[in-house]
């Protein structure tokens, strides 16, 4: 490799991770910061769970149009513009002094970060030769895998040291760094598609907030009831519509040809499940330490450090690992192995558990994410013509986000139900219900990636080629 091309490698590697490692760390970021949130803007169960899904949601739903942006208009140009988005968004939530203000910010970071996140990935795949693109892959992964786990970590450093104002002004700065730099150092690339798919956006985004609403506000509405009912019947005949559109749409922003593909279809559904057991478990397991057990946010975010640490030791390991082995298998112990340290979790935790008795089942369940995250990028785009892989990467993305969502706003719901922030007891016994759930959940998407197959078959990809070509 030539001298100027290695230097474009590593300038294309480092300002695409390090935009994946702010707009994912916002992620769960807040998680740590939620009971001083809670206190402080005097909000509900449910204005918290927005405090988080306002962000992830606006984040999985655009996640699509900002792909199909960046085809048709540049992808360093949208990838500059998304992060200024993101950086005033964030300066707003710093600014915030009511839960609504801080929620309605949210929903814009996530709107540049739904920007920024899959254009890293296509970027970064057309900016790096092939021969090393596996390797650019693992570290893209790993990067974003440890910037999700470290979440809860920084918020409650921050939280503890200034305040919980400061985890959204910290993105200021690396954002109007990253932006010019972008700009400067990156090349401009398009991709195949000219047309934007507006039908397909407005009734995917209707739909999900149509369903989402409802199961946030169940508990304090009643689950039988018209306001409850309707919003979630309503989303889930839109996101039938929007399916049926994709099908017919002459360019969908979500080509149904993709799902032809055995891989991507069963990767997809293992990475939705795998967020809708961790996210909504962290966002439970990270308020336990302060609320029950009276620890400050930075002692809260050091005792899950054994979970969020591992993915920095085990994610290169793994990364070499997914080759040798097959990233459906190596998915599937992931999955295994976090789904085992969540039930193990739940069954340890007591208002007075003390905290060695919980520091195994985080270890777990930090090799476990790591396992996961390190091949599945890899796995998905393999599974796509390279033409198809921007569409690809914004599709995954978005699918494992929502897992996100539903899993914040369903465990959150089962919480609410049989427990709730009355005493601790009562908060203990909402969150190992919940955390029960979302460990089977997680164990149900080791079954599926346990019979992705490696490699996939010539024949599939054939069967799927006609599919993904009118696609892209």
Same mark, same amino acid.
């Given at each position: 490799m030539a001298h100027k091309q290695r230097w474009q490698v590593i300038w294309t590697l480092a300002i695409t991770s390090l935009a994946l490692f702010m707009v994912s760390l916002d992620n769960l970021v807040v998680t740590t910061a939620l009971p001083v949130i809670r206190r402080d803007l005097h909000a509900s169960i449910s204005q918290l769970e927005w405090t988080v899904n306002a962000y992830t949601l606006t984040f999985a739903v655009l996640l699509l149009t900002g792909a199909a942006l960046g085809d048709r208009f540049g992808r360093r140009r949208l990838f500059a513009l998304g992060l200024l988005l993101f950086t005033g968004a964030s300066a707003l939530a710093a600014l915030s002094t009511s839960a609504t203000m801080l929620d309605a910010a949210r929903a814009a970071q996530g709107v540049g970060g739904a920007i920024v996140a899959p254009l890293t990935l296509t970027i970064l795949s057309a900016g790096v030769p092939a021969e090393r693109r596996g390797l650019a892959l693992g570290i893209w992964g790993g990067i974003g895998g440890l910037a999700v786990a470290l979440g809860p970590l920084v918020g409650g450093a921050v939280v503890d040291g200034i305040s919980w104002h400061w985890i959204f002004w910290l993105n200021v700065p690396i954002g109007l760094v990253l932006a010019p730099l972008a700009w400067r150092r990156l090349e401009e690339t398009h991709g195949p598609d000219a047309a934007l798919d507006l039908p397909g956006l407005s009734l995917a985004s209707a739909g999900l907030l149509g369903i989402v609403w409802g199961l946030v506000r169940g508990n304090d509405h009643g689950w039988a009831s018209t306001g409850i009912v309707a919003p979630i019947v309503a989303g889930a005949l839109l996101v039938a519509a929007f399916v049926a559109w994709e099908l017919r749409a002459r360019a969908p922003m979500l080509p149904m040809g993709f799902f032809g593909n055995r891989t991507f279809t069963l990767a997809n559904i293992a990475s939705l499940l795998m967020f809708f057991g961790m996210f909504g478990s962290i966002f439970l397991l990270a308020q336990f330490f302060q609320t029950v057990q009276g620890y400050s946010p930075l002692q809260a975010g =050091? #005792? &899950?450090? !054994?979970? $969020?640490? @591992? !993915? @920095? %030791?085990?994610? !290169?390991?793994?990364? *070499?690992?997914?080759? #040798? &082995?097959?990233?459906? #298998? =190596? @998915? *599937? &112990?992931? %999955?295994?192995?976090?789904? *085992?340290g969540l039930l193990w979790i739940a069954a340890a935790s007591s208002p007075g558990t003390p905290y060695g008795d919980i520091v195994a089942p985080f270890v777990l369940s930090g090799i476990g994410m790591a396992l996961f995250f390190a091949p599945v990028a890899n796995?998905? =785009?393999?599974? &796509? #013509? !390279?033409?198809?892989?921007?569409?690809?990467?914004?599709? $995954?993305?978005?699918i494992r986000e929502l897992g996100g969502v539903f899993g914040v706003a369903v465990l959150a719901s089962i919480f609410s139900h049989v427990g709730g922030y009355r005493t601790g007891p009562a908060f203990v016994h909402g969150m190992t219900t919940a955390v029960y759930v979302g460990g089977g959940v997680v164990l149900v998407g080791a079954l599926v990636a346990a019979v992705i197959r490696r490699p996939p078959r010539a024949a599939e990809r054939v069967a799927a080629e006609p599919a993904l070509a009118e696609a892209a």
């Open positions: =050091l #005792r &899950v450090l !054994p979970w $969020t640490a @591992m !993915p @920095m %030791l085990v994610a !290169p390991i793994a990364g *070499a690992l997914s080759d #040798r &082995v097959g990233g459906g #298998r =190596l @998915m *599937a &112990v992931g %999955l295994g192995l976090q789904g *085992a796995v998905v =785009l393999g599974a &796509v #013509r !390279p033409e198809a892989q921007g569409k690809a990467s914004g599709a $995954t993305n978005a």
